[in-house]
């Protein structure tokens, strides 16, 4: 009897229980079907990227209370994220505070920043890996290292991040083959051969996850932050990259006169000495001198940088971090938007780094330093005679052209 019973009143009872159910399922789909507007919605997902960028600079300027007239009107821009990337004020004063212990409250931000899905504020984060990585190789390798937790935090998660974006795969190169005629060229005779196998180069092997940076690992783990940089490069501002080259040149820390191999400066010296013998014209003289100067990569003798400023001190150069930085620094050398200061510095890193690779004795470092020297040569060059041709254009006296008569019949 208490079975049945028990089995009616579930009976009637479910008209009940169907429209609670109902009533349930009806608004769960409304809810889904909002939150699937909101996320297709621009304006929805503008607003949501703004607060969150505003959030993040309210936190910044907490940290920072000096500097809070600095920070506080980029919160209130229509691009928050970006205002904050493209300020060099902002910039100086989070690296001048920036300690890397574990306990800083700068690292702990920018550990934050970087996991928020803005892909705005990562940009925030990215510009300042080569301050946070020249900072962290220097201090180290220094012969009582202190506590850099905050630092190899930051480093973690952009290595987490690098690591689940290629998703257990190496970065590949297809590298062209000669033997195959391209679409710009047909050769003449047709040889049947076999379709050969494309030659394929490793810029990076699989990485594998890391929950703690390990004496070991740490080039590689470093060298992965910096080719997140490198991705990133075109959208990164000038003093971003001032600052790597600054510390790439600290890093090489080579001084020796063969820095200056492949410089045009030591060609113009032998022409001068030439002429001074055989005492030839004093006005070939001056005009060598003036190719001198106009060609010469302004620094002073103690092999400082153009701005007599060098970051950092000598560290141990792998490839893991050495092949990422003459990414950079190509970039900075040839970028057509970079400033003249940045192709300066970037140009004086990179004879740096090829002194340090030839000591060392490092055959791609070699490789890889000679060429950008010699296309930062040509480019310098072609500058210099665009710039030439100019001037004589303008020196050059035209003749006024005399007014056409139009004939007109009556």
């Not at 060609?295 to 103690?302: G, Y």
Request: net charge neutral.
């Amino acid at each position: 009897m208490e079975f049945h019973q028990h089995h009616r009143n579930n009976n009637n009872s479910s008209p009940q229980c169907s429209s609670n159910s109902n009533s349930i399922s009806s608004s769960s789909s409304v809810t889904t079907t909002t939150t699937t507007n909101n996320n297709n919605n621009p304006m929805h997902s503008w607003w949501e990227s703004v607060s969150k960028a505003r959030s993040r600079i309210h936190s910044l300027a907490s940290i920072l209370p000096h500097h809070n007239h600095t920070l506080s009107p980029l919160a209130d821009s229509e691009r928050p994220a970006l205002s904050l990337l493209s300020s060099p004020t902002a910039y100086s004063a989070l690296s001048s505070s920036l300690s890397g212990s574990h306990s800083d409250p700068l690292c702990h931000w920018l550990y934050d920043t970087f996991l928020s899905s803005d892909p705005h504020l990562r940009l925030v984060v990215l510009s300042f890996i080569p301050l946070l990585s020249g900072l962290y190789l220097s201090r180290v390798h220094s012969s009582d290292p202190p506590s850099l937790a905050g630092f190899e935090a930051v480093l973690l998660a952009l290595y987490a991040a690098e690591t689940k974006s290629r998703a257990g795969k190496p970065l590949l190169v297809t590298i062209p083959d000669l033997s195959i005629p391209s679409i710009y060229h047909t050769p003449l005779r047709k040889t049947l051969s076999p379709n050969p196998t494309p030659s394929v180069g490793v810029i990076s092997p699989p990485l594998e996850p890391h929950l703690a940076v390990k004496s070991t690992k740490r080039a590689c783990i470093v060298g992965v932050a910096l080719h997140s940089y490198f991705s990133q490069i075109s959208h990164m501002p000038s003093w971003s990259k001032l600052e790597f080259c600054l510390f790439a040149a600290g890093w090489a820390g080579q001084d020796c006169p063969c820095r200056r191999e492949f410089d045009p400066i030591k060609s113009l010296n032998n022409t001068l000495s030439l002429t001074h013998e055989n005492g030839e014209g004093h006005l070939e003289i001056e005009e060598v001198a003036q190719a001198l100067n106009s060609l010469e990569i302004h620094h002073d003798p103690d092999c400082e940088s153009p701005k007599g400023i060098t970051k950092g001190h000598r560290i141990p150069l792998p490839w893991e971090i050495l092949q990422p930085s003459l990414r950079i620094l190509g970039h900075c050398l040839m970028g057509p938007l970079n400033s003249q200061e940045v192709k300066d510095a970037a140009s004086f890193a990179v004879r740096c780094l090829y002194a340090r690779a030839s000591h060392d004795l490092v055959p791609q470092a070699i490789l890889a330093t000679r060429s950008l020297i010699q296309l930062d040569n040509r480019t310098r060059d072609a500058a210099k005679s665009a710039s030439s041709a100019a001037a004589s254009n303008v020196n050059t006296p035209t003749k006024t052209k005399k007014p056409e008569m139009l004939l007109v019949s009556k």
